[in-house]
């Protein structure tokens, strides 16, 4: 009967790598899902103070100009399809950033993840460092200057 060898060190090393990688993606999600928001909000903002503005003089006294843009006005408060599309941007610029923000990690992990051998290893290593130090430093507070007390 032969029994399968099980090498942990592989095992270890691709999980602390998935790990690694599915954090910074998820990080970079929910970053990307709140700038989604604010961004598509702000254009919307912008867009219909442009459009009311416009409904606020005329350069000639007509009243069916100023119905129709009135009806302008109302087409654009209503505009659901540039909501949509500026959501999309906002969400791709804000996970990209994440991303950037987070290439240490993320970088780490796909080594980890994909690579073979010394590389992998190394990567794996370097990424339980890099979240020792986040460990210590930003969720325990250790050896970060606390902004609150910070004196201008």
Do not use: W
Not at 15 to 43: E, F, L, N
Request: hydrophobic share 40%; glycine share 12%; proline share 2%.
């Amino acid at each position: 009967m032969n029994i399968p060898k099980i090498n942990i060190t592989k095992i270890l090393t691709k999980g602390v790598g998935a790990i690694g990688v599915a954090s910074t993606i998820y990080d970079a999600h929910i970053i990307g899902r709140m700038q989604a928001d604010c961004y598509a909000k702000q254009k919307d903002a912008d867009a219909c103070t442009e459009t009311i503005n416009n409904t606020q003089y005329l350069s000639s006294p007509s009243q069916t100009t100023a119905k129709m843009k009135d009806f302008v006005n109302d087409l654009e408060m209503d505009n659901n399809i540039r909501h949509f599309g500026n959501s999309t941007i906002g969400y791709f610029k804000g996970f990209v950033n994440m991303l950037v923000d987070g290439v240490v990690p993320f970088g780490l992990g796909l080594c980890a993840l994909f690579s073979k051998g010394l590389v992998a290893k190394a990567s794996a290593i370097g990424l339980g460092i890099y979240g020792g130090i986040k460990l210590f430093k930003d969720v325990l507070g250790f050896g970060h200057y606390n902004d609150l007390n910070k004196k201008y």
